[in-house]
Structures are given as structure tokens and as C-alpha cells.
């Protein structure tokens, strides 16, 4: 086992561990940095998904290891969804794997735009944007949880 | 509130971490974000200005420390509290996050 792996999953742990207050971790895409420890202070897993192959088969190998590793809630958020075959797609996988489906975000120009300027999707100027209201209805769920 | 954010890379993954970490913080009166991901893209997330982003302090490895454990099992813990790890090597971010980078991992197999 690579050494560096380890000590960021184990700092990764005792942070999260015992820090007050919210705690939002963006973890590699393969949940490399996840320790055995973690999940004793995780609360909540957010895998966030799009409606295609490649996504999806990322998204259930981070359920499994999520449900492995004993995490107490496991959720879906799907992203950059268009159309009500994108929604149906994300639907059908999470139903037959049992998955709850915390968030809907939208496909939104908006958030193209803040990525080619460099700024913070709630940085960017204009009417606020519909994966915005999104997020934040996903933010309200979590804090009500 | 302890949330982990994974995803394929490319699918919105650390928008939506920086989006959500600010919106929680907006609520709590602050929020740790934490970049376990080895790439500056969850500051730029955050709304910190890219020049800065890409030289961001990292969390050393000496702040964690091989002790023994209740159990008598040898264990890497931390040698400061998460408190003073956001105080010292912290950056500040928009709507009351503070941002901490676990430091980059370097080339596979080098451990």
C-alpha cells in the first residue's frame, strides 16, 4: 500500500472526526482516499451522477464501497440532467440498487459559464441559475436530515 | 454534518462539493470544505481567484503521528487538533469556509 495514500486517508478520518460543524470532503473520483476509519465519521455519502455508462459504473463501485465501509447514509445526486430520459435513466439504475435519490440538478449554461470564467458557480452574475436553486434545495435536505 | 462527495471526475463533482460546502456555511455560520482530491479545483469551486488557488498552502504530513490507541494498536493520529490544522495551514473562502488541502499525492508507488 502506497504510504502517501495512507496518511492522507488517516488525516482524512481524524478530521472529519473530530471537527465541529459542517464538513463538505471531495473525495477522488475512486474513494482512493477512504480508510476503514472514515465512515465511523461520515455521516452522509454523496455520489454524484450523470446519465451515462461510464458514470453510472463509477457511481455503483462508490455505493458498494460506501455500503462496505458501513457508511450510515448513502445518497444519489444527479447532475446535468436534460430531459426525462436522463431522469429515467438515473431512476432505473438507483431503483434496482436501492439507492435514494437526495438531489436533481438540472443541465444549466450557467454552470459552463462560471466553469470558462474561473469562478465560483454561485459567484456567477445573473439570474441566478437553476442548478443553484438546486444545489441549495439539496443543502436544505441535508441540513434537515 | 459530515458529507463525502465522490463521483466519476468530470461530473460536477467539486461544483457541486464548493456550491454545497458555501450553502451549508451560509446556515451553520461557517463549514470546513476539504479538498481530498489532489487538484486545486475545489478552491477555484469556492470562489477563490485562480492565481491563488494554484498555490495553495497544504496540510503537512508531520501533522499526523504514529501513537497507540486504546486497543494498544499502533495507529497514525493527529498531532494537532483539526482546530489548528484549519487555524495554520486553513484559507479562507467565501461565506465563512475555510478550505484545507490534504496534501498531494505524489507518483503511485513511491510509498
Known amino acids: 500500500m502506497c504510504r502517501n495514500h495512507a496518511t492522507v486517508r488517516s488525516l482524512l478520518a481524524e478530521l472529519v472526526g473530530t471537527s465541529r460543524g459542517p464538513i463538505v470532503a471531495d473525495m477522488e473520483a475512486g474513494l482512493e482516499n477512504f480508510s476503514r476509519g472514515t465512515p465511523r465519521h ?3 455519502l454523496l455520489v454524484v451522477m450523470e446519465p451515462y455508462f461510464r458514470s453510472l459504473e463509477t457511481a455503483g463501485r462508490a455505493f458498494e ?7 450510515p447514509k448513502i445518497a444519489a445526486v444527479a447532475n446535468k440532467v436534460r430531459n426525462d430520459e436522463d431522469a429515467q435513466a438515473i431512476r432505473d439504475f438507483c431503483g434496482a440498487r436501492a439507492i435514494p435519490i437526495s438531489g436533481w440538478i438540472p443541465y444549466d449554461e450557467g454552470v459552463l459559464a462560471a466553469e470558462r470564467a474561473g469562478r465560483a458557480l454561485l459567484d456567477q452574475p445573473g439570474p441566478s441559475g437553476a442548478a ?3 444545489i441549495s434545495k ?3 435536505s441535508l441540513g434537515a436530515a | 454534518m459530515r458529507i463525502a462527495v465522490a463521483g466519476k471526475g468530470g461530473v460536477g463533482k467539486t461544483t457541486i462539493s464548493g456550491s454545497l460546502a458555501r450553502l451549508l ?3 451553520a455560520g461557517g463549514a470546513l470544505a476539504v479538498d481530498g482530491d489532489s487538484n486545486p479545483n475545489l478552491a477555484v469551486a469556492l470562489g477563490l481567484p485562480q492565481k491563488e488557488a494554484m498555490n495553495l498552502p497544504t496540510v503537512p504530513r508531520d501533522v499526523m503521528e504514529r501513537r497507540f490507541d486504546a486497543a494498544g494498536e499502533e495507529r497514525l493520529m493527529l498531532a494537532l ?3 489548528e490544522i484549519a487555524d495554520r495551514y486553513g484559507i479562507d473562502a467565501p461565506d465563512g469556509v475555510r478550505l ?3 496534501g498531494r499525492v505524489g507518483h503511485a508507488g513511491t510509498g
Open chain 1, 42 to 44: 461520515v455521516d452522509t
Open chain 1, 65 to 71: 464501497l460506501g455500503r462496505e465501509l458501513g457508511i
Open chain 1, 132 to 134: 443553484v436553486a438546486a
Open chain 1, 138 to 140: 439539496l443543502a436544505d
Open chain 2, 25 to 27: 456555511s451560509r446556515r
Open chain 2, 81 to 83: 487538533t483539526p482546530e
Open chain 2, 100 to 102: 484545507l488541502v490534504l
